[in-house]
T-cell receptor, first 115, second 111 residues
Framework: RKEVEQDPGPFNVPEGATVAFNCTYS??????FFWYRQDCRKEPKLLMS???SGNEDGRFTAQLNRASQYISLLIRDSKLSDSATYLC????????????????FGKGTKLSVIP | DAGITQSPRYKITETGRQVTLMCHQT?????MFWYRQDLGHGLRLIYY???????DKGEVPDGYVVSRSKTENFPLTLESATRSQTSVYFC??????????FGPGTRLTVT
C-alpha cells in the first residue's frame, strides 16, 4: 500500500454541485494533515489544515478519520474557480532534529467544475 | 511584499553543467524546503532546512546540494545536471515544519 493515495480523477462536476475527495494514508502514526490546491502550472497553495474534530472554511470542510486512516475534503456549491488539483499532505513526524522530518504529498485529485 | 521568490523561473542547461536555483523569502520563516514535481510522482522533498546552517536530506537528495547561510535564502545546486533532473522545482517556507508556503517554481530542462 502506498504511503498516501488519492484518486487522480478527474472529477467533472456542474456548478453548484457538492463534491468530496478522499486521501488515504498508510502509517497510523501520522500526525498532521493538510489540503493544498494547485492550479495548472502554478505553485501549491495551502487550503486548510485537517483536525480530528473536523474544520470548515466557508464552502470547504475537511475531516480526519483516524480509525480508517483517511482525510476528506468536501466542497459545497462548487464554483468554476474551484477547478484545480487538490493535494493532500501527511506529516508522519514534524521536525525534531536531524533526519526526523517526514512528510508525503499525495499525487492529487483533479477537479473540473463545468458551467 | 514579495513573500517567497524563485529565480530563474525558466532554465535550460546541458548535461554535466552546474546549475543553481535561488530561493528567497521575506517572512523570516525558520523552515525552508525544496521539492521537485514530476508527472506520475507528485511533489517530492529534496532537502529541507530548519534554520540557518541547519540542512537535512529529504526523499530524493542525490545529485543536489543546498546551503543556508542566511535565514532568507536557500539555494539549490545541481552539481552535474542530468536529464533525469528535468523537472519543476518548488521552494517553500514555513514558520514551523507544518504549513508551507510555496514559491512560483522554476522549470528546469536539462538537454
Amino acid at each position: 500500500r502506498k504511503e498516501v493515495e488519492q484518486d487522480p480523477g478527474p472529477f467533472n462536476v456542474p456548478e453548484g454541485a457538492t463534491v468530496a475527495f478522499n486521501c488515504t494514508y498508510s502509517n497510523s502514526a501520522s500526525q498532521s494533515f493538510f489540503w493544498y490546491r494547485q492550479d495548472c502550472r502554478k505553485e501549491p497553495k495551502l487550503l486548510m489544515s485537517v483536525y480530528s474534530s473536523g474544520n470548515e472554511d466557508g464552502r470547504f470542510t475537511a475531516q480526519l478519520n483516524r480509525a480508517s486512516q483517511y482525510i476528506s475534503l468536501l466542497i459545497r456549491d462548487s464554483k468554476l474557480s474551484d477547478s484545480a488539483t487538490y493535494l493532500c499532505v501527511v506529516i508522519l513526524s514534524p521536525y525534531s532534529g536531524a533526519g526526523s522530518y517526514q512528510l508525503t504529498f499525495g499525487k492529487g485529485t483533479k477537479l473540473s467544475v463545468i458551467p | 511584499d514579495a513573500g517567497i521568490t524563485q529565480s530563474p523561473r525558466y532554465k535550460i542547461t546541458e548535461t554535466g553543467r552546474q546549475v543553481t536555483l535561488m530561493c528567497h523569502q521575506t517572512w523570516s520563516h525558520s523552515y525552508m524546503f525544496w521539492y521537485r514535481q514530476d508527472l506520475g510522482h507528485g511533489l517530492r522533498l529534496i532537502y529541507y532546512s530548519a534554520a540557518a546552517d541547519i540542512t537535512d536530506k529529504g526523499e530524493v537528495p542525490d545529485g543536489y546540494v543546498v546551503s543556508r547561510s542566511k535565514t532568507e535564502n536557500f539555494p539549490l545546486t545541481l552539481e552535474s545536471a542530468t536529464r533525469s533532473q528535468t523537472s519543476v522545482y518548488f521552494c517553500a517556507s514555513g514558520i514551523g515544519s507544518y504549513e508551507q508556503y510555496f514559491g512560483p517554481g522554476t522549470r528546469l530542462t536539462v538537454t
